[in-house]
């Protein structure tokens, strides 16, 4: 490993890889990073670049891209959520009047889940990206 590496990390030493940051593309960076933020309850770090952060708190952070010369090709992103601002993330959906669904296809609007013994919600963002909460993480085969 170079040894500069990890230089300015020794407060959180990487012992597996892990995701730091992933680039949203979007038509209006500012748009899509205030949407995302308001929805989770969440600040807009200062410019970096081109890119406008969102920090998620777990060391990992959206970093939104504005795309303009094509069109934006829709993702998942899927945020983990406290139990107990669910409701509160649910009421800012509805006071932006932004649709959910308690599935991936958007099929069952105003309804939320109840996978994994947790609850749920699916949402398009401004670029139609397609966002979800959830208060359980899905419970994978080992």
Same mark, same amino acid.
């Given at each position: 490993?170079?040894?500069?590496?990890?230089?300015? #990390?020794?407060?959180?030493? !990487? +012992?597996? =890889?892990?995701l730091n940051h992933t680039v949203v593309h979007a038509t209006?960076r500012r748009l899509s990073a205030e949407f995302i933020a308001?929805?989770?309850?969440?600040?807009?770090? =200062?410019?970096?670049?081109?890119?406008?952060?969102?920090?998620?708190?777990?060391?990992?952070?959206?970093?939104? *891209?504005?795309?303009?010369?094509?069109? &934006?090709?829709?993702?998942? *992103?899927?945020?983990? !959520?406290?139990?107990?601002?669910?409701?509160?993330?649910?009421? %800012?959906?509805?006071?932006?009047?932004? +649709? *959910?669904? =308690?599935?991936?296809? #958007?099929?069952?609007?105003? %309804? &939320?889940? #109840?996978?994994?013994?947790?609850?749920?919600?699916?949402?398009?963002?401004?670029? %139609? #990206?397609?966002?979800?909460?959830?208060? %359980?993480? *899905?419970?994978?085969?080992r």
């Open positions: 490993m170079p040894q500069d590496q990890n230089q300015g #990390h020794e407060d959180h030493p !990487v +012992t597996v =890889a892990q209006d308001t929805i989770l309850g969440l600040d807009i770090g =200062a410019p970096f670049g081109p890119f406008l952060p969102v920090d998620l708190g777990n060391h990992v952070t959206l970093d939104f *891209y504005e795309k303009r010369d094509e069109p &934006i090709q829709s993702q998942h *992103y899927a945020f983990l !959520v406290p139990d107990e601002q669910f409701d509160a993330m649910i009421a %800012r959906l509805e006071a932006a009047a932004v +649709t *959910y669904y =308690a599935d991936p296809n #958007h099929t069952e609007p105003g %309804r &939320i889940n #109840h996978l994994f013994g947790g609850r749920g919600a699916y949402f398009a963002d401004p670029d %139609r #990206h397609n966002m979800e909460i959830m208060t %359980r993480p *899905y419970a994978r085969p």
